[in-house]
């Protein structure tokens, strides 16, 4: 008889959260709510003309107020505690450079043991940032760009209603089925640890359960496997999962899609050409590995030519390459600050840049995203209070990057270069998302600005982007670049970049540092950078005018479009698929509870028709699922330009009118 009850009470169970989680899957509607955003528009508008008013007053009022905190003379500044802070004979606020005062090369042992002490002698080294003696081949750029602040969508009032909706009944049926597997009343996926009597539990956290109750509701949408090159069209195996997505299994049937996920900006994810003969050709000569690190016996000619290469396509002096992207940041940082040591850091940056902070020791503080008044705020306030011992701080950096990966957002440069130059603090840029992508001549956001490059301290970015490789770099002044190379963890622990990654790489290089801007015939490399522009300018705008909630600047290739549920995120990636478009979303704890996302990356190799099918398919799931939030149907497209530029080399980056965009 109890068992006849429980056996009704668990099927009872399983029917009424199948209901809920169906709603919870699903949300609820925005057909009938789309004049929320054009509320919120209006708000948002007159607010900002609101503070920009109050703030023009109070300038005009107080016209010194932005420099009450340089109390002391040009060479000092006075801190909270009576304290004056020189300068040194660079201007420089900090008691130290960004190489810790060490100029001699060290193994890895003596590295490590006397890092402690590279603090204590921090003064002893001054990075001189005006040297002179840069590649003669870099063309400076005269006319700087100005920055326009992107409107950033508002999440409607239904839309949050609706998240929490989401969120509560998916932890609510999580908890009862927890403890009914708990119970044995439904058979259980998780690990279970087995002979740990008198242990503490290894996997009792929230982590698990979120994991196993949200997630992988969520995992079929993420983690597509490919079974060919990620260029303009791929090819996706599909899977067969099972109950609560906790295993899957290959069906045999492969679905070719049009690759709107990868960050293939420039389109070279290729398979065939003469860069990739030339990668064979490396492959059979030197082998696909050298076994070694950059410290030992893995520096080869391969990699110290690829190291000089990008050093000029940059623009600056010397650079290091890093076998690993992610370590580029998380291993080098620790070695240029520690204790003592005040880091600002955008809240948006990637979690290579929050590790290496965290590994450092420093002290971090976060400022609002692509917000200059309040990163202002935080350098003025902590140059009066200094340490929390009473000591001056020896170093401050600034931790920004290029492109925001989440938010398709680009860096406020020219503001980030006077704030720098006012207050002598340090920049370590990364440019994971923007080098290559970025620039009439594809070199980053120094190039889309119209920037210095040797205004930034520390350039990093990545190769995994528009290079289709693998690995990163650090570039800037040739001390700190040295200082680096015989202190960073990843010259002495991670094997060198292969030599086939390296002639990928080198081979784009040289059609970058071979573009010539002032002849009419173009290079492959020009022809897939103006098609970029084009692509990312249609999409975005096409988008806007479908009513859809776009996030970022409208010139960055990476395209977040707001749903802010997970349960139309995962339908709206569900059913692009069954259309034959490939895309990624990104969801809590990627990003904010309320800001699940769908991430479009635009590619050079995406063609017209491409892109218009893509732009079909999302109006008709988009009307479908309820996720155009913005009623405004009116925008006009700006016109497009014709283009006197004849392509010689790739003619099918152009349409037949040679429209193009600049």
Known sequence: MFQSLGRLFVFCFKYVSSCFQLFATFGCSAHHHQDYQQHNNNNQSSRSLTTNNSQQQQQQQNPNTVNTHNLGTNNSVINSNGKVIHRNKNGHLMNGSLTNGYQQYYTATSSINKRSKSFQNAHTAIINNNNNNYHKSVVRPINQKQFNEPIRPTIPFHMLVSNYICHGTLMLFGYMNDFLRKIGWIE??????????????????????????IILRLINMWSHPICSAPGGYTEILEREFGPYNATWKYTGRKIKAINMGSYDYLGHSENKGPRIDSVIETINNVGVSVSSTPNEFGTTQIYRELETKVAKYLGVEDSVVIGMG?????????????????????????????????????????????????????????LLKGQPNGEQWRKIVILIEGIYSMEGTIVNLPEIIRIKKKYRAYVYMDEAHSIGAMGSRGRGICDYYGCD???????MGTFTKSFAAAGGYIA?????????????????????????????????????????TDSNIKSPIQCRIFQLRKNVFRFRQKLKQLGFHIDGNNDSPVVPLMVYTPSHLKCLISKLLEKGVASTGAAFPVTSLTGPRARFCLSASHTDQMIDY?????????????????????????????????????????????????
């Open 188 to 213: 259980s996926f998780e690990r279970v640890e087995k002979n740990r009597e008198g242990y503490t539990q290894l996997y009792n956290t929230f982590n698990p359960f979120y994991i196993r109750n």
């Open 326 to 382: 992610f370590a580029t940041n998380s291993l080098s940082l620790p070695c240029l600050f520690g204790p003592g040591s005040l880091v600002i850091s955008d809240e948006c940056n990637h979690a290579s840049l929050a590790l290496g902070c965290k590994i450092s020791g420093a002290k971090v503080c976060v400022f609002k995203h692509n917000n200059m008044n309040h990163l202002e705020k935080i350098i003025t306030e902590s």
């Open 453 to 459: 490059p040797r205004d930034i301290d520390i350039l």
């Open 476 to 516: 800037g002044d040739k001390r700190i670049i040295n200082y680096i190379r015989t202190n960073s963890a990843s010259f002495f622990y991670g094997t060198t970049m292969a030599p086939p990654i390296c002639q990928q790489i080198s081979s784009i290089l040289d059609d970058f540092l071979s573009l010539n």
């Open 614 to 662: 893509a732009l079909k398919c999302l109006d008709e799931i988009g009307t479908e699922i309820g996720i155009k939030f913005d009623g405004n149907k009116n925008l006009k497209p700006s016109p497009s330009h014709k283009c006197s530029i004849k392509c010689q080399h790739q003619p099918e980056y152009f349409n037949g009118n040679g429209i193009a965009v600049f």
